[in-house]
């Protein structure tokens, strides 16, 4: 019995010294090449109430027309039931956000360059995730589950502010 006991705890501070090795803070990435001005781009991003039409994590859980009326959703704020996202600060380069889901903050920015008529669009999740094995092993899925909600999102985004330039 003492073997057994004496190998759980040994396996336990393993698995926890491997898991210490992942990084505690984890971004994910995406970007876009918008046809558009960064002026316009940045107009589209800077003002929440804007995201209902593109960007598809301002849809978790609520009818839009409900949100507008209830006061869930204005310039600087969106309350929605899986999702808290508020603006922090905006640059003319960078608009910073902060997030809310499950009692978990993160970041949002997104970060635009460009000259004339081009702008590329950079959009970054940023996660700082406890020393827990079970949120470290987590958080290695994030890329997978969030990347294809940004990559839509950002896609939808640069459809809307193309529609119309050809």
């Known amino acids: 019995m003492k073997l057994v006991i004496g190998s759980l705890v040994i396996f336990s501070i393993v698995i926890l010294f491997l898991f210490a090795l992942f990084p505690a803070d984890i971004s994910v990435t995406r970007l876009v090449q918008i046809s558009r001005p960064g ?4 107009k589209k991003i800077v003002d929440l109430r ?3 039409s593109w960007n598809l994590f301002s849809e978790f859980g609520s009818d839009k027309s409900i949100s507008y009326a209830m006061g869930k959703i204005d310039s600087s704020h969106i309350h929605e039931v ?3 996202i508020d603006l922090l600060k905006a640059t003319p380069d960078s608009i910073f956000t902060i997030w809310q889901h499950d009692g978990k903050f993160f970041k949002g920015n997104y970060i635009l360059n ?3 008529e ?3 669009l950079v959009w970054i999740l940023q996660f700082h995730v406890k020393w827990y094995p ?4 987590a958080s290695m899925f994030y890329d997978k589950q969030l990347g294809p909600i940004m990559e839509k999102s950002l896609i939808n985004l640069r459809d809307e502010l193309e529609a ?3």
């Open 39 to 42: 002026a316009e781009v940045r």
């Open 50 to 52: 804007e995201w209902t």
């Open 82 to 84: 899986y999702v808290d």
């Open 114 to 116: 460009g000259i004339g």
């Open 118 to 120: 081009q702008t590329t």
């Open 134 to 137: 079970w949120e470290k092993l």
């Open 164 to 166: 119309g330039t050809e």
